[in-house]
């Protein structure tokens, strides 16, 4: 899951196998090893990656923690901030990279926005079981949002 993840994150920014060997100064043949998930990162590359890649040293590791990307494109962050801690609904073309079933769009909390990332939390229903339900925390690249829903209640 760990080389999964670093080879998304790589090509989300565009880099090169090579690129990031240099910028940690690994071989290409190293970054290649880690993607392919026949070694890993020591603690200190790994948070390296993590800052290049402008996300937490949990989020890359953690195995609690999906990533979803598509091509960088800029969003304007000072209304989604608002947003955190709210339950929303989101809106996306590709709502399938993001959630394993549609309804799952609706009962979203955003946990944290930035440049790049929105990290959400949901629940869905967990594998082989119908009504058991599991929490799941996703990092989702911000491109694939393309709106956000949220209720106002009056209290």
């Not at 800029?74 to 993001?98: A, N, P, T």
Request: aromatic share 4%.
């Amino acid at each position: 899951m760990l080389g999964e993840k670093l080879a998304m994150l790589r090509k989300k920014h565009g880099y090169s196998q090579k690129d990031i060997a240099d910028m940690l100064s690994v071989t290409r043949q190293t970054i290649s090893n880690w993607e392919c998930g026949q070694g890993a990162p020591s603690l200190d590359k790994a948070a390296e990656l993590a800052g290049i890649y402008h996300i937490s040293l949990d989020d890359l590791a953690g195995n609690n923690v999906e990533i979803a990307v598509r091509e960088k494109e800029h969003k304007d962050l000072h209304v989604l901030k608002k947003f955190i801690g709210r339950k929303c609904s989101l809106e996306s073309e590709d709502l399938d990279m993001i959630l394993e079933t549609p309804a799952e769009a609706n009962h979203i909390t955003i946990l944290d926005v930035n440049e790049e990332w929105i990290r959400i939390r949901y629940e869905r229903s967990k594998e082989g079981a119908i009504f058991r339900k599991e929490t799941v925390t996703k990092l989702a690249d911000l491109s694939l949002i393309s709106g956000i829903r949220v209720e106002v209640t009056e209290e």
